[in-house]
């Protein structure tokens, strides 16, 4: 029996086509782990157990005649509960909804069309307006790494799951970092694709230009593997973004890596705090790390545009398009009533935020990436926070908590540009750290070949959390 706990989408993939494992084990073996360890980590919402195990025993069906099987055949996997899935009311983290939906999103179509099992849904806090996965409703979600410290946000449920070993991969979503924050805290591999990458259907967009889905898995290969079913857009989306010129996949597995010019930078871009010194000094081993591999680096601080306000303004946008989709809106969370409350007058506003995003960004990034071919920086300026960052706070004070997490990192969604946050060793406490990698324009394809060669040579998925 192949040993399931911490294998990857790769691994489990293989064997199921194989025969050694078959998908109905893997869905068990999830179970199995989801029951022993959920009740203190708080990552899984919705466990689809019956589903999972018929999905599974049909996918066992179709290998045994020999019908062609997909790429995820058999792999379980947990969707943040901000994406449809047929038959389960999409919660956004609230208590204020409670109609099932009608079909699977888009993203969770095709999922299922490669053989992915889905084997539940994932916490977040309510809309992911905020980088702690917490909420009124549903409590605290907690970091496998240390039980006292929070996974990030907002697809700290997924993150919290793969980092436990309860599946090899899930999906998040990325409006401010959403990805890309928890697993820098969880110490796994995240990518926000470009705008446009990934549909968002039956949505037309996420958080107006802000938002992508995408997965968060413990390795480089198999994030690839996800984004290569999972791309492609539809007729609903607002956004499509440029063909790319090969398959993630195939970037995230090849052992050639071109030598590229990377600009190292501490700067905040959204003027936020410094990198305190651990954060530092693994972003400096990694620059070094790279220079070693052939790679030209670059220290510098790029300009960056001031683009607070626009995120500011279509988050506004976004918090209240899914507030219009509430059965129950008295059974908002009071601090998310006063988001709504401020944001009103501001969302017509959303327009004028694209366009202005657009006329800032566009010089910089021309300047930028006709300099170097990637960027590298903190992904978060500290390892992870203690939970409880959400208990008792307004409206007002939670922005000010969570304002510095993901001080590094929404500056991209406003931009739209492809960013990886890639773990880059541990603190003297035990608790991950992370760098981000950052693409041009359409750029995943090097994101995940240079974030793939530092995976070679420090490698993390073979290290657990104890408490997991």
């Known amino acids: 029996m192949r040993e399931l706990t911490y294998s990857s989408v790769v691994q489990q993939a293989e064997w199921v086509a194989s025969g050694e494992v078959s998908a109905r084990e893997l869905v068990e073996h999830s179970l199995e782990a989801i029951d022993a360890r959920n009740s203190s980590l708080n990552a899984v919402a919705t466990i689809m157990a019956d589903e ?40 956004y983290g609230s208590a204020a909804y409670s109609t099932p939906a009608r079909a699977d999103s888009e993203v969770v179509r095709r999922l299922r069309a490669a053989g992915a099992v889905i084997i539940g849904t994932t916490r977040m806090p309510e809309f992911g307006i905020w980088p702690f996965t917490e909420s009124e409703a549903f409590g605290m979600t907690r970091n496998p790494w240390d039980l006292d410290r929070s996974p990030a946000g907002s697809s700290g449920g997924t993150a919290a799951a793969v980092a436990a070993g309860l599946v090899a991969a899930g999906i998040g979503g990325d409006g401010g970092g959403s990805i890309r924050l928890p697993a820098s805290w969880c110490g796994l591999f995240g990518l926000k694709a470009q705008r446009g990458r990934m ?38 989306d607002r956004f499509h973004a440029a063909p790319l010129a090969g398959s993630m996949y195939a970037a995230a597995t ?22 305190d010194a651990e954060t530092t000094e693994a972003l400096k081993r990694t620059a070094a790390l790279l220079a070693t591999l052939g790679h030209e680096i670059i220290e510098a601080d790029p300009a960056y545009p001031k ?4 995120f500011q303004l279509q988050l506004s946008g976004g918090i209240g398009d899914e507030a219009a989709r509430a059965d129950e809106p008295r059974r908002l969370e009071s601090r998310t009533r006063t988001m709504l409350r401020i944001g009103r007058p501001l969302r017509r506003l959303g327009g004028w935020a694209e366009r202005a995003a657009s006329r800032l960004g566009e010089p910089f990034l021309d300047e930028l990436f006709g ?89 993390w998925a073979g290290t657990h959390p104890a408490t997991a």
């Open 307 to 310: 683009l607070n306000v626009p």
């Open 199 to 236: 549909s968002l259907a039956p949505n037309g967009d996420l958080w107006r230009s802000l938002g992508v889905i995408g997965p968060i898995t413990r390795t480089v290969a198999d994030s690839a593997l996800i984004h290569d079913v999972i791309t492609g857009t539809t007729a609903v």
């Open 254 to 275: 090849s052992e050639t890596v071109p030598s590229l010019r990377i600009m190292v930078s501490t700067k905040n871009p959204s003027g936020g705090p410094s990198p």
């Open 371 to 459: 300099r170097v071919d990637l960027l590298l920086t903190p992904t978060t300026p500290t390892a992870a926070w203690p939970i409880g960052q959400l208990q008792g706070a307004g409206a007002l004070a939670a922005i000010r908590r969570a304002t510095p997490v993901s001080s590094y990192t929404s500056v991209w969604n406003v931009l739209g540009n492809p960013a990886a946050a890639v773990p880059a060793g541990f603190g003297a406490d035990g608790m991950p750290l992370s760098v981000q990698v950052i693409g041009p324009p359409n750029g995943e394809l090097s994101v995940l070949a240079l974030s793939a060669q530092l995976e070679r040579h420090q490698p």
């Open 52 to 91: 999972a195990r018929l999905s599974a025993d049909a996918l066992d069906a179709q290998r045994r005649s020999s019908s062609p099987l997909g790429p995820l055949h058999g792999v379980p996997m947990v969707i943040k509960e901000e994406n449809d899935i047929a038959g389960i009311p999409t919660r």
